[in-house]
């Protein structure tokens, strides 16, 4: 999709930091880190948020989460992690493609402000 950050991201149009990728999804450091490990996972194709999904992205989001714990694995989060994903103005969301914040490294408070 024209004009969008994370488009361009997943196209190579602007550089990141890849940590996966594969046919349908990428994943890459955030450019502001909220934690010592904070890399975000989107499907390529541009959804816009969380809530636009419906059935037909159901093996999106399960392959998404299926790679989430393979990430976490991989990277020995032991102690835990935390997956975000961010709706909307009121929700905290800046870029307006789907995508899912994973944080480790420090103890995660709750509720977030
Ligand atoms: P949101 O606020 O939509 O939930 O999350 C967007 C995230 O994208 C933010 O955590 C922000 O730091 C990150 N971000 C924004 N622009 C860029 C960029 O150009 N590169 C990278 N790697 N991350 C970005
Ligand atoms: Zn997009």
């Not at 103005?89 to 420090?106: D, K, N, W, Y």
Request: proline content about 7%; charged content about 20%; some cysteine.
């Amino acid at each position: 999709m024209e004009d969008c950050l994370f488009c361009k991201i997943i196209a190579g149009e602007i550089p990141s930091a890849k940590v996966y990728e594969d046919e349908t999804i990428y994943a890459f450091r955030d450019i502001d880190p909220k934690a010592p490990v904070h890399f975000l996972v989107l499907p390529k194709a541009h959804i816009a948020s969380a809530a636009e999904l419906g059935p037909e992205n159901a093996g999106i989001v399960a392959h998404i989460f299926e790679v989430i714990a393979a990430i976490a694995a991989r990277e020995g989060f032991a102690q835990g992690f935390r997956v975000v994903t961010n709706v909307g103005e009121q929700g905290g969301q800046s870029v307006p493609h789907l995508h899912f914040h994973v944080l480790a490294g420090r103890d995660m408070s709750w509720p977030p402000g």
